[in-house]
């Protein structure tokens, strides 16, 4: 398992705070990102930042409320969650640690470094489980052999768990403290050690690019469609669906889904749409994008839509491949699932 890095910082302060980690002086660090926060005490990255020069300080506690406040705050951010998990899961507290992975992958499904420490939870819960079942029946075989499999798994090396190295999917993690029996999980990143032995020096992410303009998305139809079938007329549902996403306009954005769209993780229908009331509702400003969108008709009623996503708010930015499936509902084009990466 492993926690997140925070997001390279513009601002003076974050950017020498980042080096000074980065060289292992992390009191004269945090004195950098606590006089940064003096003046900005909601910002995203110091405080993600805070969070982990206490966990390489060593204080746990400390570093789980400021990960804590920031998930209350910034729900949409996956690697709180994360973070939250390893500090967790070092104090052999899985449940806590499940539970936060869990918010973290049902934030962003295609966030591996997540799916990865859970797989890492569960294996110490069934060590665990395992364990039980052998002191009340010291001649069960296969429970023998099961534990002893875990305990190969995470022997070899004692691999930390992944600590989540940012505050938006594109930064890269810097290392954290380790979680006893878990293996480290880097996305979109090798894995960085977070024990003493050969330790790989946390990844800054380059400066943020400047804002380009909105571009018009690619329509590009198939080229052979059903009888009937119009590709504009899915285009355009999937940009007012875009528009009213941009313009916190919750009832309209809800209103571009099917009766029968299938939840991301299986949840009810009503709690993924209050989840996504309050992530839409939250950021004072929101801006997405949609490019190069191809339309493939699988028939007269039924349409795929992939397409580049670029989604920005003030406080988050991410981009992501995407896929729509789109029905025909009387005149309406609506989405009946939706999924992010490939």
Do not use: C
């Not at 059903?226 to 007012?240: H, M, Q, R, T």
């Amino acid at each position: 398992m492993g926690l997140a890095a925070p997001v390279p910082a513009q601002n003076d302060e974050l950017q020498e705070a980042q080096q000074l980690l980065k060289q292992g002086q992390t009191d004269r660090a945090l004195e950098r990102v606590e006089q940064y926060l003096k003046t900005r005490p909601k910002d995203a990255r110091g405080r993600f930042l805070r969070g982990i020069l206490l966990t390489e300080q060593n204080k746990p506690n400390e570093a789980i409320r400021v990960f804590t406040e920031l998930t209350q705050d910034y729900p949409e951010l996956p690697e709180p969650y994360n973070n939250l998990a390893v500090l967790y899961a070092s104090q052999g507290q899985y449940d806590k640690a499940r539970s936060a992975l869990e918010m973290a992958i049902r934030t962003h499904p295609s966030y591996a470094t997540a799916h990865e420490n859970l797989g890492d939870i569960y294996a110490k819960m069934a060590s665990q489980a395992y364990d039980k079942a052998l002191q009340l029946d010291k001649g069960n075989q296969a429970a023998q052999t099961k534990l002893n499999l875990i305990k190969d798994l995470f022997s070899s090396g004692q691999r930390p768990p992944k600590v989540a190295a940012r505050t938006e999917p594109s930064v890269k993690p810097v290392p954290a403290a380790p979680v006893a029996g878990s293996k480290p999980a880097t996305p979109a990143a090798p894995p960085v050690a977070a024990t003493p032995a050969a330790p790989k020096p946390p990844v800054v992410a380059a400066k943020e690019p400047a804002k380009e303009p909105a571009k018009e998305p690619a329509r590009e139809p198939v080229k052979i469609a059903p009888s009937g079938s119009n590709p504009e007329a899915v285009l355009k549902a999937v940009e007012s669906w875009a528009a009213a996403w941009a313009g916190n306009d919750v009832d309209g954005y809800l209103a571009r889904y099917a009766p029968g769209f299938k939840t991301p993780d299986g949840e009810p229908r009503k709690a993924w749409e209050n989840e996504r009331k309050l992530r839409i509702a939250k950021p004072r400003k929101i801006e997405v994008r949609v490019e190069a969108a191809k339309v493939t008709f699988n028939d007269a009623n039924r349409a795929t839509v992939t397409f580049r996503q670029h989604y920005r708010s003030n406080s988050f930015k991410a981009s992501a491949n995407k896929t729509l499936i789109m029905v025909k509902s009387g005149n309406q084009w609506l989405i009946q699932e939706e999924l992010v990466g490939g």
